[in-house]
């Protein structure tokens, strides 16, 4: 929750540092290097580090996002992530975001919720009387959430964008509410393709990295 607390303080102060700069002559213009009001796509990777287990979760992610007005983007998201330890977890989930940001050109504070769905599958695998047996199990939940962040154009080329988010899903005793929190860098080779990295902070100590390719078409 200090995390929260945290970037919703930078969020706010910056809008109002960021309202009293674009109210000068000379406002901090849009350098390009950011992503909120462009149409874009990523591809990437992420690995997760389980806190004191011996689990690593590998996650294959792609996201497209279409700005549809004004100040308003919807973004599709779908990762493939797997699991290996006493068990294999295999797991498909696609989100639909809607974000809302304020533009001051460089910098740009912003909103977002979310709607999805996760398709998960469990194997486990266990020896009973010298014999090897396989248990297969599915989980399926409808999901939600919101975050919050901040996106800042360091240069015509780089771009770092920080959030935390809240997800959870409608299941009656759900066991995946979660506070994570996240900043992501971009660096642009072209105006349309950049390489980004991700470092992630999960609630209960785990953290997580990423990387990736952004296309602005």
């Known amino acids: 929750m200090k995390l929260v607390g945290a970037l919703l303080a930078l969020t706010v102060t910056g809008s109002m540092f960021a309202q009293t700069t674009t109210s000068a002559s000379n406002p901090t213009p849009d350098l390009g290097a950011g992503v909120l009001g462009h149409r874009y796509a990523d591809l990437g990777f992420q690995y997760t580090d389980v806190n004191h287990t011996p689990w690593d979760v590998w996650a294959l992610?792609?996201?497209?996002?279409?700005?549809?007005?004004?100040?308003?983007?919807?973004?599709?998201?779908?990762?493939?992530?797997?699991?290996?330890?006493?068990?294999?977890?295999?797991?498909?989930?696609?989100?639909?975001?809607?974000?809302?940001?304020?533009?001051?050109?460089?910098?740009k504070p912003f909103a977002a919720v979310s709607l999805g769905y996760e398709w998960t599958r469990y194997s486990s695998y266990y020896n009973y009387n010298e014999e090897s047996y396989v248990s297969n199990s599915s989980d399926n939940r409808a999901t939600f959430g919101g975050r919050i962040g901040v996106e800042y154009q360091v240069t015509p080329q780089i771009s770092v964008t920080g959030q935390v988010e809240y997800a959870s899903d409608f299941k009656r005793n759900n066991d995946s509410t979660s506070w994570d929190g996240d900043v992501t860098g971009r660096y642009w080779f072209t105006k349309q393709i950049a390489v980004y990295a991700t470092i992630a902070w999960l609630e209960y100590g785990d953290w997580g990295y990423g990387a990736g390719v952004s296309y602005k078409f």
């Not at 004004?70 to 006493?86: E, H, M």
């Not at 068990?87 to 533009?103: E, F, P, Q, R, T």
């Open 61 to 107: 992610t792609g996201m497209i996002n279409n700005p549809v007005t004004k100040n308003i983007d919807v973004s599709l998201d779908y990762s493939y992530s797997w699991l290996k330890g006493w068990s294999a977890n295999h797991d498909n989930a696609v989100d639909v975001n809607g974000i809302y940001y304020l533009d001051y050109g460089a910098f």
